[in-house]
């Protein structure tokens, strides 16, 4: 089962949650610090992104440091996935904590700017309007249904009730 068409947003490697998140916003609430995302290398995506947005990038997404704000800021903008050859480590398991959908695609440079790709949530595998699935790897089912629920909290919520988990 395919998705609905997702705009992409290309990024270049190496994109680390210090742009993503800047420093000098941090200390302000995720909604002013998501107004800042990207403003170093994409001044044109928090006036653009929609919900339901994809972003494509190099390898090395999200390295830095191990700042969980760097994917809420993505959350909290609409953007649904994230396709890149390679991901931080740290970077990996927040997204997938804040219900971001993180996929590892060797094959991610061929995707461009502004393309609808659908996303398949059974393979998981990008699939491009063109129809021509560019595979990805695996994604172990636990972090599918996190993605699913919404995140970590949101499935704990739903697991064990409002009462036991507070945030």
């Keep these: ?90 970077y990996f398991r927040n997204a997938f904590n804040l219900g971001l959908l993180l996929l590892t695609c060797p094959r991610a440079g061929e995707v461009a700017e502004g393309e609808q790709v659908a996303l398949d949530w059974q393979a998981p595998a990008l699939i491009t309007a063109a129809g021509a699935p560019l595979a990805c790897e695996p994604i172990p089912p636990f972090l599918m249904d996190m993605v699913r629920a919404g995140g970590l909290m949101n499935q704990l919520r739903t697991r064990f009730g409002k009462e036991a988990i507070h945030g």
């Design 1 to 90: 089962m395919s998705s609905a068409p997702h705009r992409v947003w290309k990024l270049g490697a190496d994109i680390d949650t210090d742009v993503l998140a800047p420093g000098h916003a941090m200390k302000h609430g995720i909604d002013v610090l998501a107004r800042h995302c990207l403003e170093s290398v994409r001044p044109d995506f928090v006036g653009g992104v929609r919900q339901g947005d994809v972003i494509v990038a190099g390898p090395n997404f999200g390295i830095g440091s191990s700042r969980e704000q760097a994917a809420a800021v993505l959350v909290r903008l609409g953007v649904v996935a994230v396709i890149a050859p390679s991901f931080s480590g740290l």
